[in-house]
């Protein structure tokens, strides 16, 4: 499998106890989703290797306690502190409606209300407190914020995403 193949979950933060258990930050919506996560891919020096899980405990804040296979003492759990733990992206639950994965959106066709094609996404830019479409139009390039009240309509069998924008934001790019 290649990187791109992969989708960040979290990432281990820092030993749990002395038995082997590491506390990891699950960066996802809906973490009661993993719960019964049987296995990770861990990046070990730019490789994504498996790492299969024999118990996971939810806490709170997207918080988990994960006791990995093979893994019983407290210098075990040390080996793993600071990695990313990925899953496949075959592994994401489909999502319906006008919800989408970034990277599920790349290559759309992008048609405002009131500007009608105004171009293809060509990469989501996530920007601290801001997450953009980067979409291009021609040689210009339109940047639109992901936010729910904007987005009406996600066709996923003829890739088009149906926004309105903002009141004069497309005309500062045309």
Known sequence: MKKDDFYYLGKILKTHGNKGQVLVHLDVD???TYEKLESVYLDLHGERIPFFISRIELKHNR???VQFQDFD???DAESLQGLE???PITELPPLKGNQFYYHEIIGYQ???RNHGNIGV???ILE???QSLFQIHHGEKEI???IVDEIIHKVDRRKKILTIEAPAGLIEIYL
């Open 30 to 32: 809906d973490p009661e």
């Open 63 to 65: 918080k988990a306690v």
């Open 73 to 75: 003492s407290l210098e």
């Open 85 to 87: 733990m990925y899953l």
């Open 110 to 112: 992008v048609v405002d």
């Open 121 to 123: 996404i060509d990469d």
């Open 127 to 129: 920007l601290p407190h």
């Open 143 to 145: 940047l639109v914020p």
